[in-house]
């Protein structure tokens, strides 16, 4: 992971969005000294961190890594007829919602939810 790039990414999403850096990390509750760190240091935020950033400016975190140049999150499209039939199945409905709300970084906790959906 460039750790200098990504704190680059983040900082020109705070730009477009005219938002200070000091503003995100303290909206996100991340210590302030994250962007030094990575730049300077080389640290790796964790995932948790990267996606309450990802989250905030509505990109994913592949974008934060600079590994698309896609900024929208993937998303999904349920037609009125199926969301109903499964709004009707509140362990269905939540399943559904972990799903379409997932990170792309989120594929293994996506294949638990389907098996273990598939084995009831």
Sequence with gaps: ???AQTATNIKDLCKQKGVSISALLSECNIRK????DMEKRNCVPSAEIL?????????SVDYLLGK???K???TAVINDEL???????P???????????????????IEKIILAVTEE
């Design 83 to 89: 969301w109903e039939k499964i709004c009707n199945d």
């Design 91 to 109: 362990k269905k409905r939540e399943i559904v919602e972990l799903i379409l709300t997932a990170e792309p970084d989120d594929l293994d906790k």
């Design 68 to 70: 698309t140049e896609k």
């Design 1 to 3: 992971m460039d750790t």
């Design 33 to 36: 000294s994250l962007i030094y």
């Design 51 to 59: 996606k309450k950033i990802a989250n905030y400016f509505d990109v």
């Design 72 to 74: 929208e999150k993937p």
